[in-house]
């Protein structure tokens, strides 16, 4: 009883502690040896494969797809959201008239789903009845917007909904960031004689370094796992033009009865993913200390 | 004079480019509301709507394509709408959330306020799995759930929500109170408060405003999902999500844009309305926690 009474804390904690043991560490090893398995439609571990299935993953043309769009993806969506964020963090900070209202219109995307996300964008895309239509009844018979449809075009309809999900967020986190910056400094450098655009270059945006972090982890994270937006807007399509890491796991394992060739492209995303992570939460929890 | 007038254009195009922004993030929400509102012949450019685009607003208001979303839009085999997904989406949701804010809750006074050796550590393993990609877990839990004979069952995917709900409620509350002063903790023991008092009655009182930012995250996380659902929910266990994407994606026939949108709005709605109630609370407690340097 003493004992238990001692360790009340820890004790409490153990559930949760079991539930994430088990959901999260336990299932990335088993992932990981189910990738080495010769699974098709079940688990099996009675053949061992060694890297076989990484090999397969990588020498598959669909697998290169989702590796070069997850490029071009990743790149601009964070790079977008980023410069987007920042640019309206920034301007909104120039005591705007009616600032409340349109933070509310910036960042209510940010909660909707992506599935919502991606069938508003998949209508207002469409080439027959969509934006395109529109500009063309409202008389600018040359305009032309039908990305959706080409294979080579449809990757940037996947960044455009998302950054338009959110970059909201992103500048939301710059904002905060804004208003916690010393206003002492910034007066100094005003009386020095710093322009306004040298005192946000030298003083303003190193001391968003945080922020941008911040803002770097979120959305790299995001878009590793991103999988419903593609799902929602093109099905991966044209083809499979639209095809990233995140679908071709779910493919293989779900329809195309290759579990252990999705468990091997899902080892992959988690390792792209711990590269970006780790450091970030090791320098974070020194800091947090 | 010169100088004001520079000033002024100055002003003049931060705010149109503000403006313009503001136009950006509102497009989907236009075309998806006007959409919902009209009727087909309107949104196709039948006779009589020739000019009509999808920004055009409605000219002919009707709020039938709402309904048939609701409850008469067919979705894979069954013509009933979204309305039984909505019940599955909120009971989920409930369970879920109420299940994840109170371990997270706990774990996270327990990790600021009852250090022991190796604390930081279970804090770090535990904040790991806030950022893994759900893929790396899907084929082990699709085994569990099956074994646990909760596969396609609202419960299995409440446990799965709250397995991977945990770690950020954990991390929200943990950040929240390491704040609190541990003299307070040190005076409840005086009075001879123990363990579970010192949390109810002098901790849950002041943790409301973190307890918003825990719940309006979980409610959108899990409301918002669609990995999960549609890969461990039955026929009859679908969350809204899923049979959103189903019932614009699968639609036979002439695709019917109005109800399409309408289901839309109908699985957007929830969410949007918790963060214009609570959104401002969210941010102020989110932004705090997560951009401290």
């Keep these: 009883m003493r004992f238990f009474k001692a360790r009340l804390p820890q004790l409490t904690l153990l559930p949760s502690l079991v539930l994430v043991a088990v959901s999260v560490y336990g299932f990335i090893a088993l992932t990981f040896v189910i990738s080495l398995t010769r699974s098709r439609m079940l688990p099996r571990f009675d053949r061992w494969e060694g890297f076989d299935n990484y090999a397969r993953v990588w020498s598959h043309p669909r697998w290169e797809v989702a590796v070069e769009n997850f490029a071009i993806f990743g790149l601009l969506y964070i790079g977008g959201t980023l410069v ?35 069938v508003a964008w998949q209508w207002l895309m469409s080439p027959d009845l969509g934006l395109q239509h529109a500009f063309r009844t409202w008389g600018w018979e040359s305009f032309s917007f039908d990305w959706i449809t080409q294979s080579e075009m449809a990757i940037y309809c996947v960044v455009i909904a998302g950054a338009w999900q959110a970059s909201g967020f992103v500048m939301a986190l710059f904002l905060a960031a804004l208003r916690g910056i010393n206003t002492e400094i910034i007066s100094a450098a005003r009386m020095d ?38 799902v929602a807007l093109t099905r991966g399509g044209p083809g499979f033009a639209t095809e990233l890491p995140s679908t071709f796991m779910y493919e293989f394992t779900f329809s195309r009865n290759e579990m252990a060739m999705g468990a091997a492209s899902a080892v992959m995303m988690l390792v792209l993913l711990t590269v970006l992570i780790v450091p970030y939460l090791y320098s974070e929890l020194r800091h947090g200390r | ?38 009727t087909m012949p309107e949104i196709t450019g039948g006779a009589g709507f020739e000019t009509a685009t999808i920004l055009s607003p409605p000219r002919l208001w009707s709020f039938e394509a709402w309904g048939l979303a609701w409850s008469s839009a067919c979705i894979a085999v069954a013509c009933e709408g979204l309305r039984g997904y909505f019940w599955n989406s909120i009971l989920l949701v409930v369970f879920a959330v109420s299940i994840s804010v109170a371990l997270g809750a706990v774990n996270g006074y327990v990790l600021s ?37 909760l596969a396609g069952t609202l419960g299995g995917l409440v446990l799965v929500h709250v ?41 849950v009182p002041i943790s409301w405003p973190i307890f918003v930012v825990a719940i309006i995250w979980q409610f959108t996380n899990v409301w918002n999902d669609f ?47 918790v963060y214009i109630v609570g959104g401002r ?3 102020r407690g989110l932004t705090s926690g997560a951009v401290k340097g």
């Design chain 2, 227 to 273: 990995l999960f659902g549609a890969s461990f929910a039955g026929p009859d266990t679908r969350p809204l999500m899923v049979a959103l994407n189903n019932l614009v994606n699968t639609s036979t026939g002439t695709k019917a844009y109005n109800v399409d949108m309408a289901g839309a709005m109908i699985a957007a709605l929830p969410t949007m309305l």
């Design chain 1, 84 to 118: 987007i964020g920042l640019g309206l963090a920034i301007l909104l900070d120039q005591k705007i008239r009616a600032e409340g209202a349109l933070r509310t219109i910036y960042l209510y995307p940010m909660a909707l789903s992506f599935i919502v996300t991606g």
């Design chain 2, 281 to 283: 609370y969210f941010l």
């Design chain 2, 1 to 38: 004079m010169a100088a004001d007038m520079r000033r002024s254009v100055q002003r003049g195009v931060v705010y149109l480019v503000l403006v313009l922004a503001a136009g950006f993030f509102l497009l989907p929400l236009v075309a998806m509301v006007f959409t919902s509102l009209k």
């Design chain 1, 193 to 230: 004689g710093a322009s306004g655009p040298a005192i946000y270059w030298h003083i303003i945006i190193p001391a968003l370094r945080p922020a941008f972090l911040t803002a770097i982890v979120v959305q790299g994270h995001l878009s590793i796992k991103s999988y419903d937006l593609v």
């Design chain 2, 163 to 203: 397995c991977y709900g945990i770690p950020f409620t954990t991390l929200f509350f943990r950040n929240f109170y390491v704040t609190v002063p541990d003299e307070l903790i040190a005076a409840g023991r005086m009075d001879g408060a123990g363990f579970w008092q010192i949390f109810t009655i002098i901790l």
């Design chain 2, 113 to 149: 306020k009852w250090r022991f050796r190796g604390d930081s550590i279970i804090f770090g393993m535990l904040l790991f799995g806030c950022f893994i990609p759900f893929q790396i877990v899907l084929i082990p839990m699709a085994r569990l759930l099956g074994l646990l004979d």
